[in-house]
């Protein structure tokens, strides 16, 4: 076990982050979205939107865009070569749109291990808002394998 | 998008089956998604971990299971949605995203959610609730 179980309820560094139109754009690219309302202003705007919407997961990568965004686990001593994503949860209070500025306060909600120490989980649960305004709720698992501790089983 | 009337348990949404994944689009998501891990890109990385190659970000299948999602609800409907990373997804794999309703109740729709890859490794499992009044 490399983190500590004190580390749970360690409050971390809010940041803030502007959702840029290029940027959703791109991230439609990527994901090979054609619907026209994740890129095309227009088609928001027909849509009742006021600008392009944030499609469900692209916050998790824009909370990325903090300074060091993994400095909070290699400060923990972890190795990010044995990171895996174990889970990841979204709850949904309002859309948000190209031209906001969110706000991400995350905080590890618990630490644990599973076989002997081999793997860690750490449980990072992050709240969005726009404003005063809640937008959601990330909860994150992050898998910290320990090769050295499975094979010796 | 489906007529939400209509809904009922067992009623499956149009399944989304993906291109095989390219090393171009793992870099292109790192950069638009803004997870720049080079685990996901960076072979001498993933060597270095002791595995044969780089492999796709989970968040990447659960973005493609979001657009399963979309092209079903207008986003808005969308009240929480979940997944659990089973497996990893190597590149040039070809996932197909899958869902359906298990649940119907007090004007939520609860889905079951999946993907899988043609070799039948299901990568991800997961979950969403839905708004249908």
């Known amino acids: 076990m490399t983190v500590p179980a004190t580390a749970v309820g360690t409050v971390l560094a809010p940041s803030t982050a502007l959702v840029e139109r290029g940027r959703l754009r791109f991230f439609a690219e990527a994901i090979g979205e054609a619907d026209a309302l994740y890129t095309d202003l227009g088609t928001a705007r027909a849509a009742g939107y006021p600008d392009l919407p944030v499609p469900p997961t692209f916050l998790f990568g824009l909370k990325l865009d903090a300074p060091d965004p993994f400095g909070w686990m290699t400060d923990l001593g972890v190795d990010m070569r044995f990171v895996l994503h174990g889970s990841q949860r979204f709850e949904y209070h309002a859309l948000a749109f190209a031209g906001d500025e969110v706000t991400f306060r995350p905080r590890i909600s618990d630490v644990y291990d599973k076989r002997g120490g081999a793997l860690e989980f750490l449980v990072l649960e992050t709240a969005v808002t726009r404003g005063d305004e809640p937008i959601a709720n990330l909860t994150e698992t992050i898998v910290v394998r320990h090769p050295e501790l499975e094979s010796a089983r | 998008m489906i007529e939400l009337q ?128």
Request: hydrophobic share 50%; with cysteine; proline share 5%.
């Open chain 2, 6 to 133: 209509e809904l009922a348990v067992g009623t499956e949404l149009p399944a989304l089956t993906l291109a095989p994944i390219s090393r171009t689009t793992l870099a292109l998501f790192a950069g638009a998604s803004g997870d720049h891990n080079p685990i996901h890109l960076d072979t001498d990385v993933a060597a270095s971990a002791g595995l044969d190659d780089v492999f796709a970000q989970g968040m990447l299948s659960m973005a493609y299971l979001g657009r399963l999602l979309t092209d079903w609800v207008p986003q808005e409907r969308i009240r929480s949605y979940e997944v659990r990373f089973a497996a990893i997804t190597p590149v040039h794999a070809a996932p197909t995203c899958t869902g359906r309703v298990v649940a119907v109740a007090d004007g939520l729709a609860t889905l079951e959610l999946a993907v899988t890859l043609a070799d039948g490794t299901v990568t991800l499992t997961g979950g969403a609730v839905v708004a249908i009044d």
